[in-house]
């Protein structure tokens, strides 16, 4: 189970639960991965709508590698992802601002 106070996201992916994570290691994988100069750039593309489907893409492998995961993108390419595209966005979204915020309590 994802701890939303340690930044962790829940994922399905080919029906196993992953706990994502950005870690200062991801991150820096992450921005070279996407080009972005800044984490903030990173954060202004996710929020100004300028995110493709590699984006979310590099942040899924980002967060799974935070959370101890060693594969690569490409190993993904074949994988059934719980929710499809819309729940891997939003948990790309989320892995971005867990990682520079505290979630809101319940």
């Not at 106070?5 to 029906?15: N, P, Q």
């Not at 706990?19 to 991965?33: H, I, P, R, W, Y």
């Not at 993904?76 to 059934?80: A, G, I, K, N, P």
């Given at each position: 189970m994802a701890n939303p106070?340690?930044?962790?996201?829940?994922?399905?992916?080919?029906?196993v639960p992953q706990?994502?994570?950005?870690?200062?290691?991801?991150?820096?994988?992450?921005?070279?991965?996407m080009k972005a100069g800044t984490l903030i750039e990173l954060i202004e593309r996710?929020?100004?709508?300028?995110?493709?489907?590699?984006?979310?893409l590099a942040l899924i492998v980002a967060g799974l590698r935070g959370g101890g995961w060693r594969g690569t993108a490409a190993d993904?390419?074949?994988?059934?992802i719980?929710?499809?595209?819309?729940?891997?966005?939003?948990a790309a979204g989320e892995l971005l601002a867990r990682a520079f915020a505290l979630p809101e309590p319940d």
């Open positions: 106070w340690a930044g962790e996201v829940a994922l399905t992916i080919d029906g706990v994502l994570k950005l870690t200062l290691g991801s991150l820096a994988e992450l921005e070279a991965q996710f929020e100004g709508g300028q995110i493709s489907t590699r984006d979310v993904l390419v074949t994988c059934e719980d929710g499809g595209p819309v729940a891997a966005a939003r």
